[in-house]
């Protein structure tokens, strides 16, 4: 069974601050997404990966595919309120088309 | 955003009753899938679709059955409920079920099996 692994499981911050969050696998997936999701609402996908050491920026956030293809990354430079949510990696497995999620981080980032 | 709902968005049942969860797309994609989302999980799947009629399963689909029988439907039921099936429901899309495609998520069902 194909397992994800995020790190850390809470993240409190203030405004301004950096962070990273982890998402690892012993697993080889052949693709890696990040997703947002906000009280009350379904995720929303963020990026997606598909190349082992691939960096993607999406303004101030930067996510990485590890060469192995077996973990990501997702580095947030000056927090703002509005990144306030559930970040959720989720890997394609390579044995199935079927989306496996990581166990998410809560992420708090205070005015 | 997506065209996709979910009905009802909140239900409080009670043991051993079956209950009906439904999920509705305008999209026209061909995939439709059931998540659960519990704290410490993340989400995990139940039963997805590939087609009218067309339904496999998956991770945790014990006490679960789905049925499609259009291309805009997808119904989850409990058979009979139990109140470890409490949980956030959430259905999703995906066009093709391609590797690395982008699955849009409804906006949940909040379930209480007291």
């Known amino acids: 069974t194909q397992l994800l692994e995020q790190s850390p499981q809470f993240l409190s911050i203030q405004e301004g601050e950096n962070l990273t969050v982890y998402c690892n696998s012993s697993s080889v997936f052949s693709s890696l997404q990040w997703y947002r999701q906000e009280p009350g609402e379904g995720p929303v996908l963020l990026v997606t990966v598909v190349t082992g050491g691939e960096v993607k920026k999406l303004k101030r956030l930067t996510f990485q595919f590890g060469d192995a293809r077996k973990d990501s990354s997702l580095h947030i430079t000056a927090a703002q309120t509005g990144d306030t949510g559930l970040y959720l990696c989720a890997g394609d497995g390579t044995a199935t088309n079927k989306l496996i999620f990581g166990t998410g981080t809560l992420l708090a980032v205070q005015p | 955003d997506a065209g996709i709902t979910q009905s009802p968005r909140h239900k409080v049942t009670e043991t051993g009753t079956p209950v009906t969860l439904r999920c509705h797309q305008t999209?026209?994609?061909?995939?439709m899938y059931w998540y659960r989302q519990d704290p410490g999980h993340g989400l995990r799947l139940i039963h997805y679709?590939?087609?009218?009629?067309?339904?496999d399963k998956g991770e945790v689909s014990d006490g679960y059955s789905v049925s499609r029988s259009k291309t805009e439907d997808f119904l989850l039921t409990l058979e009979s409920a139990t109140s470890s099936q409490t949980s956030v429901y959430f259905c999703?899309?995906?066009?093709?079920?391609?590797?690395?495609?982008?699955?849009?998520f409804g906006p949940g069902t909040r379930l209480l099996v007291l």
């Open positions: 999209e026209n994609h061909r995939y």
């Open positions: 679709s590939y087609g009218v009629k067309d339904t």
């Open positions: 999703a899309i995906s066009e093709s079920g391609g590797s690395g495609e982008t699955q849009y």
